[in-house]
């Protein structure tokens, strides 16, 4: 039998040792999981009404260590043991005036007249990043389906990467963005920023929720600047992509759930990955698992962002081939 993909508990605690999350629970140092298929342990580590989000530290499996932070409305994704400590009256209704007062939705329709003149700017960006490419020798056979079957990048390209951020000066923003996504997309401003960029830049609508922190498009972060990392982002993986594939490649998607399948809503940034396996151990989910779906989609170069194959982190903590597209392929229109 092969081994599993993700790490799990198998002698986790049952679901009714604990109770539903509330705002009650964010208190410094309650210990509770996740809701997903292998409840992941969490432990809460401050509530921050100023802002209406709430900060966790991941305690265990892959992610082990990693901070999260997010928005007062996701308590409800969590579970705490009974008897775990709450916040007093007057605390929980802060939380509840910052939750009204934060969760205020946005929605950022794709201007199609400003599409063209973006992907005339990234069809530039290929340009200069295949000749670039090509005075480094990079555009080489490579063995992709020994890499997809490994789950692991290349070394080489990794180094390539490194170097292209670092001479644009986008080092920082690569890290940022990629950690994020890595770990927890909806955690923080990042990736919605990044979201919110590609809604004007015409690439694809922006349908979620305001910015919380002032300084989420200030100084490296401005708009500007992630407009310039995204497209080169995206120019340096599609046009890798374009010289190393020959045949046609698959990318996978699942999804298990304890009750009913819900309606998923429109997301700037995908991820899916290019291992049948992967995709299996979603699809599998757990004890309480009701539902389940497995989606498969032929790759699209032009809707890449990043993968796996060129990107450090995607193959570090987390093996799982994984691919991010810009839009939502996956979800029928």
Excluded at 139 to 168: K, M, N
Excluded at 231 to 244: P, S
């Amino acid at each position: 039998m092969a081994d599993p993909v993700y790490q799990s508990d198998p002698a986790a605690a049952p679901d009714d040792d604990f109770e539903p999350g509330a705002l009650r629970h964010l208190v410094a140092g309650n210990r509770g999981r996740l809701l997903d298929a292998r409840r992941t342990p969490i432990r809460i580590v401050a509530a921050r009404p100023e802002t209406g989000d709430f900060e966790l530290e991941v305690a265990g499996f892959e992610d082990e260590g990693a901070h999260w932070v997010l928005p007062f409305s996701d308590i409800g994704r969590f579970q705490f043991e009974h008897g775990t400590p709450t916040a007093d009256v007057e605390a929980v209704a802060e939380f509840e005036r910052a939750r009204a007062r934060f969760d205020r939705p946005l929605r950022i329709d794709a201007d199609p007249a400003i599409r063209p003149r973006t992907l005339a700017r990234l069809a530039a960006e290929r340009d200069r990043i295949r000749e670039w490419l090509g005075e480094r020798g990079a555009l080489v056979h490579l063995d992709v389906e020994a890499h997809i079957e490994r789950r692991i990048g290349s070394e080489a390209l990794f180094q390539l990467l490194d170097a292209h951020v670092a001479q644009r000066g986008y080092a920082e923003l690569e890290r940022e963005l990629t950690e994020t996504l890595v770990s927890n997309p909806a955690s923080g401003e990042v990736v919605k920023g990044y979201a919110i960029v590609l809604a004007e830049l015409g690439l694809c609508p922006y349908i979620g929720m305001a910015v919380r922190d002032p300084a989420t498009f200030e100084g490296a972060r401005s708009k500007e600047h992630r407009a310039e990392h995204l497209l080169g982002r995206m120019a340096f993986t599609q046009t890798l992509w374009t010289a190393l594939t020959t045949r046609e490649m698959w990318l996978y998607r699942a999804a298990a759930t304890d009750g009913a399948l819900p309606e998923r809503a429109p997301s700037s940034m995908v991820s899916a990955t290019f291992s049948r396996a992967v995709a299996d151990e979603h699809f599998a989910g757990g004890a309480s698992t009701r539902t389940a779906v497995l989606w498969r989609r032929r790759m699209v170069v032009e809707e890449l962002l990043m993968t796996f194959l060129e990107t450090r982190a995607l193959s570090q903590r987390f093996l799982e081939a994984e691919a991010v597209l810009i839009g939502d392929p996956f979800r029928p229109s």
